[in-house]
């Protein structure tokens, strides 16, 4: 995967993963609203802690390849889209 389309992914995927969530969730509102439980509170919390774990599959799991030896990158935890390889070392 390029760095671009990792970006893309970071970006979009815990919006699309918060707004399926939330979809379940207007599955489940009766069942909710009977069981006492708030869904909108549910929706919220819930949309939120979705997007967050997300975001760190995204960055801990989805590999960008290497421009300089075409293996496995990853995201360098506070680097701002910034990748690190894992067998050459290089940043990019």
Known sequence: MSSSRHFVLSFFGPVVAGGV???????LWSWLERHHISPLVTMLVGGLVVGMITRRFVR???????PF?????YEIPGGGNRFACKVCGNDH
């Open 21 to 27: 969530f939330c979809g379940f969730i207007l599955l």
């Open 60 to 66: 801990n799991c989805v590999a960008v390849s290497c």
């Open 69 to 73: 030896c075409g293996w496995k990158s």
